[in-house]
T-cell receptor, first 110, second 114 residues
Framework: GNSVTQMQGQVTLSEEEFLFINCTYSTTGYPTLFWYVQYPGEGPQLLLK?????NKGSSRGFEATYDKGTTSFHLQKASVQESDSAVYYCVLGDTNKVVFGTGTRLQVLP | EAGVTQSPRYAVLQEGQAVSFWCDPI?????LYWYQQPRDQGPQLLVY????????NSQLPSDRFSAVRPKGTNSTLKIQSAKQGDTATYLC????????????FGPGTRLTVL
């Protein structure tokens, strides 16, 4: 079945540092890969979407890329801000299935 | 455009009590999802609908949980006899389709079972 693995449970950075979060996935189909962000007290919201056609997406200073060869996709940002503190989920969407990763809690210190 | 709305926002129950959660999706979205999110964990899919039909309820504890979407718009998730292990936030999301479509989430209902 479809699965995603998000190894980094917690990441702590100082402002203006570089962010890199990695996910690996497993599927037999042609997936769409998402990054969702969740702030306290809210539901998750879409940050980025990457398809097998475009390999890359960007939004709000974040960039996501995927590598079909290693079945991995990652999220990066050159310079984080305190307001980026949140939980980030990688999500695999494939035909009729959507699978969330376990989440990476990002804490950005001022 | 209004987002996904859920009610109530909070619920506190004793074990054995029943509770219902209500979700109003974004107008025109044919697909509706219910997720359970325990504290400090990711959302876990319980059930999803396309219009009024259940597409996947394999993760729904059928002995105590039920979900309906009778007219293909609003949906209700019900827990018949709550247990402490049901303590979690229940999230509703809607989308224009499955798989490759963005899901729009409501704020969730935070359930505490004492």
């Amino acid at each position: 079945g479809n699965s995603v693995t998000q190894m980094q449970g917690q990441v702590t950075l100082s402002e203006e540092e570089f962010l890199f979060i990695n996910c690996t996935y497993s599927t037999t189909g042609y997936p769409t890969l998402f990054w969702y962000v969740q702030y306290p007290g809210e539901g998750p919201q879409l940050l980025l979407k990457v398809t097998t056609a475009n390999n890359k997406g960007s939004s709000r200073g974040f960039e996501a890329t995927y590598d079909k060869g290693t079945t991995s996709f990652h999220l990066q940002k050159a310079s984080v801000q305190e307001s980026d503190s949140a939980v980030y989920y990688c999500v695999l969407g494939d035909t009729n299935k959507v699978v969330f990763g376990t989440g990476t809690r990002l804490q950005v210190l001022p | 455009e209004a987002g996904v709305t859920q009610s109530p926002r909070y619920a506190v129950l004793q074990e054995g009590q029943a509770v219902s959660f209500w979700c109003d999706p974004i107008s025109g979205h044919d697909t509706l999802y219910w997720y359970q999110q325990p504290r400090d964990q990711g959302p876990q899919l319980l059930v999803y609908f396309r219009d009024e039909a259940v597409i996947d309820n394999s993760q729904l504890p059928s002995d105590r949980f039920s979900a309906v979407r009778p007219k293909g718009t609003n949906s209700t998730l019900k827990i018949q006899s709550a247990k402490q292990g049901d303590t979690a936030t229940y999230l509703c999301a809607s989308s224009l389709g499955t798989g490759g479509y963005e899901q729009y989430f409501g704020p969730g209902t935070r359930l505490t079972v004492l």
